[in-house]
């Protein structure tokens, strides 16, 4: 061996038992969870994004913008604020149908939904229909990384983006319930080395950001959460009470936390 290291293989040794559980039918049942803290948090994470492009100059209000793996609208929803139309990639129905009715209570109706896995849609029926692509915190679903990126270039005219958090305080309860804790930091620098081994040299930004959760919704996507990985157990019920207990102020559950983006220009 030459000691070069494998990327292509580092990150899908990463990100494979992410890959494996993270499922639509896991996703359908946070939906209501985690739409309630895109609500309360005012699309924070999606916001600071929209908000660092626009420092940039780069955002236009005449994009079409494709958001992929789009949840309940985080990204979508600032980004429609602002541009002429944005598409959401989004398999999981009932996160799609967070989507519509956070989009309908904002008076926003330059969304359309293409209710697919990343994977499945048709680039040739996209090839060059957006100004900007973008995939925030979902890079752990794709385990071929670099054939996903592909993709996301062929259907891009102008710019790509991978936003994926780097820094949560959320590890600790992770650590006490016995679940993988994934460093999220190594991930990020992972997927950069490997975009970098592929030739794709993006700029890269990092971002503070806030997640809010009515207590009670907090405790529901840590209950889920669990569930992805093994049945829930009354101990498990008891831990999660304690901590979003312990980070909960007039009923909101808070969690600071930090991403990183990487974006670049898509070759003409």
């Known amino acids: 061996m030459d000691g070069t290291m494998n990327w292509k293989e580092a990150w899908a040794r990463k990100v494979g038992d992410s890959e494996r559980v993270s499922t639509p039918c896991y996703w359908n049942a946070r939906a209501k969870d985690y739409s309630a803290m895109v609500k309360t948090s005012d699309c924070n994470h999606g916001r600071m994004i929209l908000e660092y492009f626009l420092s940039q100059g780069i955002l236009q209000k005449n994009w079409n913008v494709l958001d992929i793996a789009s949840g309940p609208g985080a990204v979508t929803i600032p980004f429609a604020e602002q541009v002429q139309r944005v598409t959401a990639v989004e398999p999981a129905e009932e996160m799609a149908t967070q ?59 102008g710019y790509c983006c991978l936003a994926h958090g780097i820094q949560s305080s959320e590890t600790q309860l992770k650590e006490s319930l016995g679940l993988p804790v ?80 990487l974006w670049w220009k898509v070759e003409p």
């Not at 309908?104 to 499945?120: A, C, G, S, V, Y």
């Not at 190594?186 to 030739?199: I, R, W």
Request: with cysteine; proline share 4%.
């Open 99 to 157: 989507l519509r009715e956070n989009a309908h209570k904002r008076d926003l109706t330059n969304i359309d939904i293409i209710p697919q896995i990343w994977q499945d849609v048709n680039i040739a029926d996209n090839a060059r229909a957006y100004d900007m692509v973008i995939c925030c915190h979902a890079l752990w679903q794709f385990s071929d990384l670099i054939t996903q990126v592909r993709r996301m270039e062929a259907v891009s005219r």
């Open 182 to 261: 994934s460093d999220s930091s190594d991930e990020f620098s992972l997927a950069f080395n490997y975009l970098n081994d592929e030739g794709i040299t993006p700029n890269v930004n990092m971002l503070d950001y806030s997640l809010m959760w009515p207590e009670d919704a907090g405790i529901a996507s840590k209950e889920r959460y669990v569930e992805k990985y093994r049945p829930l157990t009354d101990a498990d019920r008891s831990a999660i009470r304690s901590y979003i207990a312990q980070h909960t102020v007039d009923g909101i559950y808070h969690l600071p936390s930090r991403m990183g983006i």
